[in-house]
């Protein structure tokens, strides 16, 4: 079993950044795929991106694409989201979460298990 906790959330200004951090404990982090997800208030669970387990691939949704970077430390067994250019529709709660599967599968949260609490991201205009 893995355990997740999230952290760097806050409330940022349009055109600004943050690091979130999703730290694991618990064994053989280094065999999961790693996602983020977010949710806003009223809308469903969405993927945001996704890092293969040795950090070869990475997957991000279009909305993101550029702005954002996913990357990981195994040694340190913490994946992290580098968000710049944060804009007011990136407010929402972020997830990290692990994944046995790749590929498209990678995309899909009902393919993750072990959520973390979240963390929360305000980006005012």
């Known amino acids: 079993q893995v355990q997740l906790v999230e952290s760097g959330g806050g409330s940022v200004q349009a055109g600004g950044s943050l690091r979130l951090s999703c730290a694991a404990s618990?064994?053989?982090?280094?065999?999961?795929?790693m996602g983020w997800f977010r949710q806003a208030p009223g809308k469903q669970r969405e993927f945001v991106a996704a890092?293969?387990?040795?950090?070869?691939?990475?997957y991000y949704a279009d909305s993101v694409k550029g702005r954002f970077t996913i990357s990981r430390d195994n040694a340190k067994n913490t994946v992290y989201l580098q968000m710049n250019s944060l804009k007011p529709e990136d407010t929402a709660v972020y997830s990290c979460?692990?994944?046995?599967?790749?590929?498209?599968?990678?995309?899909?949260?009902?393919?993750?298990?072990?959520w973390g609490q979240g963390t929360q991201v305000t980006v005012s205009s």
């Open positions: 618990g064994r053989s982090f280094a065999a999961y795929a």
């Open positions: 979460a692990v994944s046995h599967l790749w590929g498209s599968a990678a995309l899909g949260d009902q393919n993750y298990y072990s």
């Open positions: 890092i293969h387990w040795d950090g070869s691939k990475t």
